[in-house]
């Protein structure tokens, strides 16, 4: 089992940046990988990022040059550095973790943290 914490989503004028972290109950280097995932109102939840166990990243075309997944290893974090923000990004932005080889996807998620990109 693991626990995921988020945080650092707010309110922010189009534009604007946020920074949201992630904090796992167990190391983040026993991860195979870990994403930030977003559902919008009447939306499904989509892939924003993800970056594996080797540092290695990808991303959603629609977040490309504005958002950034990155790791503090030693603070055992995950942060998404968004920059540009519009308000189609608002959403509950979702932390996941991939753990089981044989499953495919995330297998554990936090609660989320709302994000609002007012226009």
């Known amino acids: 089992q693991v626990q995921l914490v988020e945080s650092g989503g707010g309110l922010v004028q189009a534009g604007g940046s946020l920074r949201l972290s992630c904090v796992p109950s167990?190391?983040?280097?026993?991860?195979?990988?870990m994403g930030w995932y977003r559902q919008a109102p009447g939306e499904q939840r989509e892939l924003v990022a993800v970056i594996s166990s080797v540092g290695s990243t990808s991303y959603a075309d629609s977040v490309k040059g504005r958002f950034t997944i990155f790791r503090d290893i030693a603070k055992n974090t995950v942060f998404l550095q968004m920059n540009s923000l519009k308000p189609e990004d608002t959403a509950v932005y979702y932390c996941?973790?991939?753990?089981?080889?044989?499953?495919?996807?995330?297998?554990?998620w936090g609660k989320g943290t709302l994000v609002t990109a007012s226009s």
């Open positions: 996941g973790a991939d753990v089981y080889r044989n499953n495919p996807g995330m297998d554990y």
């Open positions: 167990r190391s983040i280097l026993s991860m195979l990988a």
